[in-house]
């Protein structure tokens, strides 16, 4: 229940999800975090156009310490952001760090089942993603979350669910609405994302990449 509280949303993008939290979830105040200042600018346009400035703000940052005091927040949120952050363990501790006592980091992110080289498949793939992920195994993200302090850790495999997901997102790419999509992206964008979503589907199956939702409460 996010009703009045006030919330961190880490790797906020075009500000989709950040409004979402307060006008679908009621949150009280929710402040998105990006360091591309584009995404930033679309993401406050996106907040004046709402209706809800007075309770979304969007700030442009520099990588590494969040720039907010100690213990100022409810809830730490980010969705698929995390996955662009190599320190994990640095992100624990900050999330740690600008959260009440009783409150919650509450995360989804794109994971890989095991630490160290990637498999061939799975190097392929996040080529074609190209998209500079950090990825790490579930027990990565577990002992830094229990290392910087989080208590009531829980991690869900979700794999199993986005492997459907996957697949369906292909079919729609691939099937009567392809022309629109070509039209609007472009020939050969609709080509290529195809191509990575094969390549992602390999190493869904596989089980090597697994996202993950996961929580931990500050004591």
């Known amino acids: 229940d996010l009703t009045g509280k006030k919330v961190l949303d880490i790797g906020c993008g075009s500000g989709g999800i950040t409004l979402g939290l307060a006008r679908d979830h009621k949150a009280g105040k929710v ?15 996106r907040a004046d156009q709402s209706g809800y400035t007075d309770r979304v703000e969007i700030h442009l940052v520099e990588p590494g310490r969040f720039p907010f005091d100690d213990t100022g927040f409810d809830i730490v949120f980010s969705k698929d952001a995390i996955v662009h952050i190599a320190d994990k363990e640095f992100l624990s501790k900050e999330a740690f760090r600008v959260l009440r006592p009783g409150g919650w980091f509450v995360a989804s992110d794109w994971l890989i ?5 990637p498999s061939p498949n799975m190097q392929h793939y996040l080529a074609l993603e190209d998209l500079g992920f950090g990825m790490a195994s579930p027990a990565r993200y577990e002992k830094a979350l229990i290392s910087a302090g989080f208590t009531d850790v829980r991690l869900t495999d979700r794999n199993p669910w986005y492997r459907q997901v996957a697949r369906s997102e292909v079919a729609r790419l691939q099937g009567s609405e392809r022309t629109k999509f070509e039209e609007v992206m472009g020939v050969k964008e609709i080509a290529d994302q195809i191509s990575t979503w094969q390549a992602m589907i390999a190493v869904l199956d596989s089980g090597e990449h697994c996202p993950h939702h996961f929580r931990g409460r500050k004591p």
């Open 31 to 45: 402040i998105g975090i990006d360091v591309e200042e584009a995404v930033c600018r679309a993401a406050q346009r």
């Open 113 to 117: 089942s095991h630490d160290g080289e």
